[in-house]
């Protein structure tokens, strides 16, 4: 198991606890997993929105990029 799984995880698993010991809410854990889905949505869509509309193709720019040599001015 990777280790931002395992961070992602712990992080749930003491959100749950603290829900469970201050009885925030009916359900137990339901903001932690709330919160933990929404930002799942967010980065899932955020990738497919990048890879799809933001993201230009290797092709994209004609040929190789020009050499970066500059002349002497100074004679």
Same mark, same amino acid.
């Given at each position: 198991m990777s280790l931002p799984l395992r961070?992602? =995880? *712990? *992080? =749930?698993v003491v959100g749950i606890l603290v829900d469970l010991a201050t009885g925030y809410s009916l359900f137990p854990g339901y903001p932690a997993l709330l919160g933990l889905g929404g930002c799942t949505v967010i980065i899932i869509g955020s990738k497919w929105l990048g890879d799809r509309f933001l993201q230009r193709g290797e092709e994209y720019y004609p040929g190789e990029a020009p050499t970066d040599e500059q002349e002497d001015l100074r004679g």
């Open positions: 961070v992602t =995880l *712990a *992080a =749930l």
